[in-house]
């Protein structure tokens, strides 16, 4: 298994021959696709999803139903490439078998509307990996790796900790980093290793580019 992170919450996982790319956003540089088997999206909102990304390649394209709304609507060029999944749902990708796991976004404003949102559960041989998308669902399954959401308008990086903690994944990679200056980042990275370090979990987080 070989995971790259390639900007914000976009992640290119190697396994077995199988190339995943998951949440090519606009903070992602759009060659993150290239030589995709398939791409996953978690949700609908530009940093996770954009159309320009997904047009480089030919690869299928796996997401939720407000996702392929938004394909539709506005890039129905791709329609033909959309597969809707839904939460729970089991499903393979080339050698990789995915589990969707949750359907709601984190609470941004109490007076703003619940957005949809799937995370994806992979599994890479004696490796499970979870993306969760701007969601702190917890999976019924044990995970090894944890794609850990660090800064976001819906999460105080206390509830990220908390979230980490709960999901247990000895090994945590850093993701949704783009919203804090480097001094920000450097405050949270400071709070995840101490916590996350405590309960005997690793946390690390990736430069733009870099592999697990």
Request: proline content about 7%.
């Amino acid at each position: 298994m070989r995971l790259t992170k390639l900007g914000h919450s976009c992640v290119r996982i190697e396994h077995d021959g199988t190339v995943l790319v998951l949440d090519p956003g606009v903070f992602t540089d759009a060659g993150a696709v290239d030589g995709a088997d398939a791409v996953l999206i978690t949700h609908e909102h530009p940093d996770h999803y954009h159309p320009d990304h997904l047009r480089r390649t030919t690869a299928p394209i796996y997401t939720i139903t407000a996702v392929a709304a938004q394909v539709s609507d506005g890039a129905p060029d791709l329609t033909e490439r959309v597969t809707v999944v839904r939460p729970g749902e089991e499903f393979t990708v080339g050698t990789v078998p995915v589990t969707a796991v949750g359907e709601l976004h984190a609470v941004i404003h109490d007076e703003l509307p619940r957005f949809d949102n799937t995370g994806y559960l992979l599994g890479l041989g004696d490796t499970t990996v979870f993306h969760p998308g701007d969601a702190l669902t917890v999976p019924d399954q044990d995970v090894d790796v944890l794609l850990a959401p660090v800064c976001a308008p819906w999460m105080k990086v206390s509830e990220g900790i908390d979230f980490a903690r709960l999901v247990g994944a000895p090994r945590n990679v850093a993701i949704h980093d783009r919203t804090y200056s480097e001094a920000g980042l450097g405050i949270a990275d400071g709070h995840y290793g101490r916590f996350l370090g405590a309960a005997g979990l690793e946390y690390v987080r990736l430069p733009d580019g870099a592999d697990l």
